[in-house]
């Protein structure tokens, strides 16, 4: 279960906020697709509407984790910090604990809900590519794709088509699709020289699909994770 998340303030809820707050979440109950919320503006709509957030999971009720991750979008900062710790489960840890048991589509969906909730992921991912260990290694070039991280750790993927194993280069070479800047189009145009027969074909297949569509995308993967949101594996007791 997700930590409980306090909103950060000098305030306590008061006046009509206590009463708001407790009418909306029963309205989230009670399955009400939209409310309104009405106040003059500096009236602390934003404070309600976060302390709202704060109880969804709490309350444990239906349809929270989607109405959460919809609410990572919200324009106001405390909501969506709000929804980012209610949602703490999505952490770069726990995804890589089970990412070889996950399907392939729950890869991708639970990757880019992982890099919006955990300011920590793209550091973790990128010491997953710089491992001693071969495994790591390669399952940090997975990770990437199914995160759609792969420009935020580009010179370290590069890095790898100069590895001394040549499974590792070539899913460098591989990974390197989902990324389509000069850099990198120049490190593939080079990897077509590597000694390996392996490294030359994953290299050339990038540079021919960064040819025809840009770059490959993890598309459709926050769609698939508001369909499966109250099933995702992390959300499962892992004691």
């Given at each position: 279960?997700?930590?409980?998340?306090?909103?950060?303030?000098?305030?306590?809820?008061?006046?009509?906020?206590?009463?708001?707050?407790?009418?909306?979440?029963?309205?989230?109950?009670?399955?009400?697709?939209?409310?309104?919320?009405?106040?003059?503006?500096?009236?602390?709509?934003t404070?309600?509407?976060?302390?709202?957030?704060?109880?969804?999971?709490?309350?444990?009720?239906?349809?929270?984790?989607?109405?959460?991750?919809?609410?990572?979008?919200?324009?106001?900062?405390?909501?969506?910090?709000?929804?980012?710790s209610c949602l703490?489960?999505?952490?770069?840890?726990?995804?890589?604990?089970?990412?070889?048991?996950?399907?392939?589509?729950?890869?991708?969906?639970?990757?880019l809900?992982?890099?919006?909730?955990?300011?920590?992921?793209?550091?973790?991912?990128?010491?997953?590519?710089?491992?001693?260990?071969?495994?790591?290694?390669?399952?940090?070039?997975?990770?990437?794709?199914?995160?759609?991280?792969?420009?935020?750790?580009?010179?370290?993927?590069?890095n790898?088509?100069?590895?001394?194993?040549?499974?590792?280069?070539?899913?460098?070479?591989?990974t390197?699709?989902?990324?389509?800047?000069?850099?990198?189009?120049q490190?593939?145009?080079?990897?077509?020289?590597?000694?390996?027969?392996?490294?030359?074909?994953?290299?050339e297949?990038?540079?021919?699909?960064?040819?025809?569509?840009?770059?490959?995308?993890?598309?459709?993967?926050?769609?698939?994770?508001?369909?499966?949101?109250?099933?995702?594996?992390?959300?499962?007791?892992?004691?």
């Open positions: 279960m997700s930590r409980p998340f306090k909103v950060e303030s000098s305030f306590e809820p008061a006046g009509d906020q206590p009463e708001a707050i407790r009418q909306l979440v029963e309205g989230v109950r009670a399955g009400l697709a939209s409310q309104i919320l009405l106040g003059v503006t500096g009236s602390g709509k404070f309600t509407m976060a302390n709202v957030v704060a109880q969804l999971r709490e309350r444990g009720i239906p349809g929270a984790i989607s109405r959460l991750i919809q609410l990572l979008d919200s324009p106001h900062d405390v909501v969506a910090k709000a929804a980012q703490s489960e999505f952490n770069f840890n726990r995804y890589v604990t089970v990412f070889d048991m996950m399907e392939d589509d729950i890869r991708r969906s639970t990757g809900l992982v890099i919006r909730i955990d300011a920590n992921a793209v550091n973790l991912l990128a010491e997953e590519l710089k491992s001693r260990s071969r495994t790591q290694r390669l399952r940090g070039l997975q990770v990437a794709m199914a995160m759609d991280a792969v420009h935020h750790v580009e010179p370290l993927i590069i790898l088509l100069k590895d001394d194993d040549h499974f590792v280069r070539a899913d460098a070479a591989r390197l699709a989902y990324c389509n800047s000069l850099l990198t189009q490190s593939l145009r080079d990897a077509l020289m590597d000694r390996s027969v392996v490294v030359r074909e994953a290299a297949q990038s540079l021919c699909k960064l040819s025809e569509a840009g770059r490959m995308t993890t598309a459709g993967g926050i769609a698939s994770a508001l369909r499966n949101a109250e099933y995702n594996p992390l959300l499962q007791d892992q004691s």
